[in-house]
C-alpha cells in the first residue's frame, strides 16, 4: 500500500508543476500557455497509457523527457537541452516515470553559469543489464539554491520507490563539480531482444511471475541474475 502510494504521488506532482507554469504564461503570453496545455495533454495520455503497464522502454521514457523539457524551455530563457543514449539502450524496460523527478529538480535549480542554462541528460547500457541514467545540470553556489539535495516531496518519494524496487540493487550518487550540479542512477532492467515471449509478458502481467520465480515490483520483472 505504501508503494501504491509512492507511485500515484509522481502524477500530480508533475501536474502541479508544469499547471503552474501554464498559469503564469495564462496572462504574459496566451497563446503560448495555450501551446503549453496541448503539449500537457500529451504527456498526461503517455502517463495514464504507460502507468497502467508500470514499465516503459527507455526509448518511451526520453520521449517523455524530451517533451517535458520542450516545455520547460518554452518558459525559461536562456535555457538549453539535450537528451543523448546509446544504440541499445532505448530497448531496455524501467519502470514507468522513474527518471522525471530527477529532470525536473535539475531544471529547478539549474543555474545561469558563463551565460548559459542548461541540462543535459545520457543514458547508457551498464554491465550486467544496467541502465545507466547522467543528468547534469549548470549550477551556481551563489544562486542561493543550496536546497538542492532535498529536491522536494516528488525526490524523496522517488528515492523512496527505488529502494522498494531495489533495496540495495540500484545505485544513485549526487555531487557538484565544475559548476554543474551531477546525478548518477544505475538500476536494474531487461534488454526486450534478450528476453522471451514468456518473460515479457511477465512485465505486464505480475502474477505470472509467480510460477517462474522471478520478483515482480511495479509491474517490472526482476531477474535475480541481472542484480
Known amino acids: 500500500q505504501e508503494y501504491a502510494f509512492l507511485r500515484k504521488q509522481i502524477n500530480p506532482h508533475f501536474l502541479f508543476n508544469v499547471l503552474n507554469n501554464v498559469g503564469i504564461l495564462a496572462d504574459e503570453d496566451p497563446r503560448q500557455a495555450s501551446e503549453m496545455l496541448d503539449q500537457l495533454k500529451v504527456l498526461l495520455q503517455y502517463q495514464f497509457s504507460q502507468g497502467a503497464r508500470g514499465c516503459a522502454t527507455v526509448a518511451h521514457e526520453v ?33 514507468t516515470l522513474i527518471f522525471i ?42 544562486s542561493g539554491r543550496s536546497d538542492i539535495h532535498s529536491g522536494g516531496l516528488g525526490l524523496v518519494n522517488t528515492r523512496r520507490r527505488l529502494e522498494y524496487l531495489y533495496g540495495e540493487r540500484f545505485s544513485l550518487s549526487e555531487h557538484v563539480e565544475s559548476g554543474e550540479y551531477i546525478v548518477n542512477l544505475t538500476i536494474p532492467t531487461y534488454i526486450e531482444d534478450e528476453m522471451p515471449d514468456s518473460r515479457e509478458r511477465e512485465l505486464i502481467e505480475p502474477t505470472s511471475s509467480r510460477k517462474t520465480g522471478h520478483q515482480v515490483r511495479d509491474g517490472v520483472a526482476i531477474s535475480h541474475s541481472h542484480l
Open 63 to 95: 520521449w517523455f523527457l524530451r517533451s517535458y523539457l520542450n516545455l520547460e524551455q518554452a518558459r525559461i530563457e536562456p535555457f538549453d537541452y539535450s537528451i543523448t543514449t546509446d544504440r541499445r539502450v532505448g530497448e531496455m524496460f524501467v519502470p
Open 101 to 142: 523527478t530527477f529532470v525536473e529538480n535539475a531544471v529547478k535549480y539549474s543555474s545561469v553559469v558563463n551565460g548559459r542554462r542548461y541540462v543535459d541528460v545520457s543514458f547508457a547500457r551498464a554491465p550486467h543489464g544496467m541502465c545507466w541514467m547522467r543528468c547534469v545540470n549548470s549550477f551556481s553556489h551563489d
